[in-house]
């Protein structure tokens, strides 16, 4: 642990406890669970410039005054980089459908609170998270890594424009601006089962949320990039959410659902190829044979229609898989 880090801590009391560092992810940040200190809690670094604690903190507020349960914030030096957080305990959503808990209640308990997390209005100073956005962060993975793994060469600058285009044809018809959590998986929700619903969800990793249409969050959550979802409890997730929000039109949403998929599986799928080939982290590729399925389901919706078009344009449906030289290295 940096020292300066070590300093943070003995600033708040905590330099005595024992410290206890958790799984990173695939960002910047890590976390690290303090044992005796005043109270339980997480040490969060997230080192400037790639990473900014101002949204986390700010999210964090926001999360907590709609009544759902976000970690409070006990301590946070931002221009270090260092926060001190609410432990929500030691297993999270993927934790405990890994050690073979039913599926249902905490699905469907994960349901209720994102219905809450969209039916209060957003704050304020949120990124967008539109097609123009999605189509940039789609290419970032699926011509700037996938294309060159599979095919030897970067795409043509036509290719990338005929896939921006398609990218926002998919999407701008489904134009929101709502809050999206962004990253609603198992992995980053903790269920606390002495809060009363909504509450009883504990929500993680919300630092890139941003304004865009949630049907994005419920993909996220229902068609995970990394764990199988049954699809009778995928249909009953997204009835929950539909009945929990009256007002929205179940045909559209379910259109958008589509269409949002398609383009977060794909980005995803290839974001495997991104860390496997950048980072090393070739254990991401045992997700890609899902993703490209759920890719495949997603297309066959006709709000997908451009995106599909482009794929079988460009791209054979025997090579939409991870590029075959990837296997190799990870095995």
């Avoid at 410039?49 to 301590?75: K, N, W, Y």
């Avoid at 030897?152 to 809050?179: K, N, Q, T, V, Y």
Wanted: net charge negative; hydrophobic share 50%; with cysteine.
């Amino acid at each position: 642990m940096r020292a300066e880090a070590v300093a943070f801590l003995a600033d708040h009391d905590f330099v005595g406890a024992a410290r206890q560092p958790l799984p990173a992810d695939a960002s910047f940040r890590r976390y690290t669970r303090l044992v005796g200190g005043p109270r339980p809690a997480l040490l969060m670094e997230a080192p400037p410039p790639q990473e900014d604690l101002g949204p986390f903190i700010a999210i964090a507020a926001h999360l907590r005054a709609a009544g759902l349960s976000a970690p409070e914030v006990l301590a946070a030096d931002a221009r270090q980089g260092f926060a001190l957080i609410e432990d929500f305990g030691a297993s999270t959503m993927a934790q405990l459908l890994d050690a073979g808990a039913d599926p249902a209640p905490h699905y469907l308990a994960a349901t209720a609170a994102l219905a809450r997390l969209h039916a209060v209005p957003p704050p304020e100073g949120l990124p967008e998270w539109d097609s123009v956005r999605m189509a940039d962060t789609a290419a970032a993975t699926f011509l700037e890594w996938w294309w060159p793994a599979a095919f030897g060469e970067a795409p043509s600058e036509a290719i990338g424009g005929d896939f921006g285009r398609a990218i926002h044809a998919m999407l701008a018809p489904h134009a929101a601006a709502g809050f999206v959590h962004r990253d609603f998986f198992p992995a980053n929700l903790m269920p606390l089962p002495d809060r009363a619903p909504p509450a009883d969800v504990g929500l993680l990793d919300f630092q890139d949320a941003a304004l865009g249409h949630p049907a994005y969050d419920l993909v996220s959550l229902v068609e995970d990039a990394r764990r199988d979802v049954d699809p009778a409890l995928r249909e009953a997730c997204i009835a929950r959410y539909l009945a929990l929000r009256p007002e929205l039109d179940a045909a559209a949403f379910r259109a958008a659902m589509a269409a949002h998929a398609a383009q977060r599986h794909l980005r995803v799928a290839c974001l495997w190829v991104r860390l496997a080939r950048r980072d090393g982290k070739t254990h991401y590729l045992r997700h890609g044979p899902r993703c490209w399925a759920l890719l495949a389901r997603a297309l066959e919706h006709e709000a997908a229609a451009p995106l599909a078009g482009f794929l079988d344009t460009h791209v054979p449906p025997g090579l939409r898989a991870n590029p075959a030289g990837l296997e190799t290295e990870a095995a």
